[in-house]
T-cell receptor, first 115, second 115 residues
Framework: DAGVIQSPRHEVTEMGQEVTLRCKPI?????LFWYRQTMMRGLELLIY????????DSGMPEDRFSAKMPNASFSTLKIQPSEPRDSAVYFC?????????????FGAGSRLTVL | DAKTTQPPSMDCAEGRAANLPCNHS???????VYWYRQIHSQGPQYIIH???NNETNEMASLIITEDRKSSTLILPHATLRDTAVYYC????????????????FGKGTKLSVKP
């Protein structure tokens, strides 16, 4: 298995532009998580899905952020419009609900820089 | 979820055992202890987890005190590649009592393995 695949790995954009981050979870996993990491705030959970349904989006900073999971093999995190304070590394993780171990497998991350 | 307390940083000599402590004095009976680590610029990686018995796998050992208020992660023969931030997390596992599976990361312990 290739693991959790995120794209792009690096993105540099200008303030006001739309940013879309993509994630392909591990095949067979039914939970997907989006985290954001900054030096100041560490790893923050933004939103997570179970069986493609958003369960808790209380970590989403504001309405500029949205996440979708149209099917079990794909999710997007969109920021529109982007701001410099959104600069961070965004991680996607997946897990198998019901496996009992609560083990998350993380992707390599998408490093976003908003100028 | 129970709060955890970890030292912000630790050093360890290469080849020696690294013992990383974690306090979780408010842990409840159904909460597990999980350890993840994050090597620089990579996504977090699962290491080990346990409830009340000591656990060992190919990566590490987990020692949980009898009262479950603290635990220690042991890397038996630390290498330079073990330099990372180690996160101790206590959490009800997936599917227990309505838990939805998200993990909340604290600040962790930055372990530096030195030659």
């Amino acid at each position: 298995d290739a693991g959790v695949i995120q794209s792009p790995r690096h993105e540099v954009t200008e303030m006001g532009q739309e940013v879309t981050l993509r994630c392909k979870p591990i095949s067979g996993h039914n939970s997907l998580f989006w985290y954001r990491q900054t030096m100041m705030r560490g790893l923050e959970l933004l939103i997570y899905f179970n069986n493609n349904v958003p369960i808790d989006d209380s970590g989403m900073p504001e309405d500029r952020f949205s996440a979708k999971m149209p099917n079990a093999s794909f999710s997007t995190l969109k920021i529109q419009p982007s701001e410099p304070r959104d600069s961070a590394v965004y991680f996607c993780a997946s897990s198998l609900l019901g496996s009992g171990a609560n083990v998350l497998t993380f992707g390599a991350g998408s490093r976003l820089t908003v100028l | 979820d129970a709060k955890t307390t970890q030292p912000p940083s630790m050093d360890c000599a290469e080849g020696r055992a690294a013992n990383l402590p974690c306090n979780h004095s408010t842990i409840s009976g159904n909460e597990y202890v999980y350890w993840y680590r994050q090597i620089h610029s990579q996504g977090p990686q699962y290491i080990i987890h346990g409830l009340k018995n000591n656990e060992t796998n190919e990566m590490a050992s987990l020692i949980i005190t009898e009262d479950r208020k603290s635990s220690t992660l042991i890397l038996p023969h630390a290498t330079l590649r073990d330099t990372a931030v180690y996160y101790c997390i206590v959490r009800v596992p997936l599917n227990y009592g309505g838990s939805q599976g998200n993990l909340i990361f604290g600040k962790g312990t930055k372990l530096s393995v030195k030659p």
